[in-house]
């Protein structure tokens, strides 16, 4: 398998793996909602309890039984969304595993090419931001979990290559900071730049 290859295959595990993780995170998400329904509908039945009064359904369910049953399928759901919890757990963990494979690839062949890059896009000059790169910072301001990466690919519709490319250039220029942990954050400059186009999201 040649380099091209290797990369390819990598960038489409990749890229299943964000599309299980955001399936499996809408889940999540369901889930809780329908885990608030249950809690409350549950909450009222006792609060019904406490008033006195005998509830019995039209099957012959007494109030025990009902209460009983409730609380069974809460904690069903309750058991269900830590499974999801944890799936979504190792995607993450699972997506930037493949991020750093497909990071040590390219690291060996792939020239980013930053002269070329740079006059394209206007990546890196002194008198401002880059258009491509602006957008870029602004899905890095945005973005509290996952992977910038790949959000940045996403959103822009361009491929991993080039999201990397535009994610290390502002790291290059002192747009970004990028943590040990891989973690993304705005640098001042970074900030300075999205306040000047109106872009900051805690404006």
Sequence with gaps: MDFQERIQRLQEKLAKAVDERDSVDRQIGFRKEWISKLEL????????????????????????????????????????LASLQRQY????????LLEERLKKEQSTKFDFGWRKKDAEEGIGETKGIGTSEL?????????????????????????YDYAR???????????????????????????????????????
């Design 41 to 80: 509908r549950l909450e009222k039945t006792k609060q019904g309890d406490s008033n006195g009064h005998v509830w019995r359904s039209a099957f012959g369910e007494d109030l025990d039984t009902k209460l009983w049953r409730m609380t069974s399928e809460l904690n069903k759901e309750y058991k269900a």
């Design 89 to 96: 757990s190792d995607l993450e963990n699972r997506i930037t």
């Design 135 to 159: 957008k870029a910072l602004n899905i890095i301001a945005g973005t509290e979990k996952g992977s910038v990466v790949t959000r940045i690919s996403r959103r822009l519709n361009v491929n």
């Design 165 to 203: 490319l535009l994610w290390m250039s502002l790291a290059k220029h002192d747009y970004i900071d990028i943590k040990p942990d891989g973690k993304t954050t705005l640098t001042e400059r970074g900030e300075k730049a999205l306040e000047k186009k109106g872009l900051a999201p805690w404006l």
